[in-house]
């Protein structure tokens, strides 16, 4: 049987680092903000922005929550955040994706201060992870992925990493980290996706795969190496067998299948997810401490 990685339990040791660093920062006078902002009514963002806000309160650091209705307009976003970029109190920002469709995600996400951009989306953080500028912010999921793949004791160095999927908000970074030099690094870095010849091939190939392409079940048993380490990083829902209305969270990988043929496999729920959030609060102790002259 494989080893089943806990995500939970690792965003665990993660959150309790961040209380440790909350502890220092409040004997310095310092609580930690992170604003975020929903813009309409989508009913998952508004659970995504309600864990957010919830672990922030949990924590003890200072949450500011924006709401501002589908029917805003670029500019009264863009103003929003240059006043949250100008806010003291304020060291994070996060403004939830995905936007009604009239706004210009690319352009907001430009207009936040890259020293409170905690999502790391920003050209300037994006130039900083390619740099290996530990200075940057990298984005939440695939550094908590690179997390979860150190705590489970999995040698990156010298591996070869096929990465599936080549999204900015996961992919690229996500090939980025696992080349960049260092723990957690050093591995030979294959980027496949949907236009990849014999794409089973190159997976089947992979000492470690990270499936990030936002198709159900989409990795199946003859993808993947005997021995393999698989992360999946998919979130969908599909319909529950049995019920007219029910649903079920399953990733981008047929967890049934593919499990019996890994050395250790991420489950969905319980495995990427909770380290999002818990790499969130790092990012925002981080900037937290940089924008006032301490080491992260």
Known sequence: MPEIIDGKKVADEVFAECRRDLADLASRGITPGLAVVLVGDDPASQVYVGSKVRRCRELGMASFKHELPATATQRELLDLVAWLNAHDEVDGILVQSPPPPHIDEAEVVRAIDPAKDVDGFHPVNVARLALEDPSGFVPCTPLGVQRLLMASGVETRGAHAVVLGRSMIVGKPMALLLMSKGRGGDATVTVAHSRTRDLAAVTRSADILVAAIGRPEFVTADMVKEGAVVI?????????????????????????????????????????????????????????????????
């Not at 999946?232 to 209305?245: F, H, M, S």
């Not at 043929?261 to 401490?289: D, E, F, H, S, W």
């Open 232 to 296: 999946d990083v998919g979130i969908n829902r599909l319909p529950a067998p049995g019920t007219k209305t029910g649903t079920r969270l399953v990733g981008d990988v047929d967890y049934a299948a593919v499990a019996p043929r890994c050395r250790a496999i991420t489950p969905v729920p319980g495995g990427v997810g909770p380290m999002t959030i818990a790499m969130l609060m790092a990012n925002t102790l981080k900037a937290a401490r940089l924008r006032r002259g301490l080491k992260p």
